[in-house]
């Protein structure tokens, strides 16, 4: 007769999908969709526009002005806004 183990013990060596890391593509989404854009939108822009441009625009979102985080940031993806003028870097 085999030997019984506790579930738990078959499970320690499976990774928890919360636990798993995201690909680039969903951690662009996911921020995007942390500021406000719908699942959808996030997931539209993400496909369109290179990821370096998604990046650039949600590291600048800080500082704007921004009353509206989800509007500004699609804008200013789709059209390329420029660089705050106080922002570090660029």
Do not use: H
């Not at 007769?1 to 506790?6: A, G, S, V, Y």
């Not at 969903?26 to 996030?42: F, M, P, T």
């Not at 921004?66 to 200013?76: G, T, W």
């Amino acid at each position: 007769m085999t030997e019984l183990k506790p579930i738990g013990d078959l499970q320690s060596n499976q990774l928890n999908p919360d636990d798993m890391p995201l690909s680039p593509r969903d951690q662009l989404i996911l921020e995007l969709v942390e500021v406000g854009v719908s699942i959808r939108k996030a997931e539209s822009l993400v496909k369109r526009f290179p990821d370096v441009k998604i990046r650039r625009q949600l590291d600048w979102l800080p500082y704007r002005s921004a009353k509206r985080p989800a509007s500004l940031i699609i804008a200013a993806i789709e059209n390329d806004y420029d660089e705050p003028a106080y922002a570090d870097g660029g």
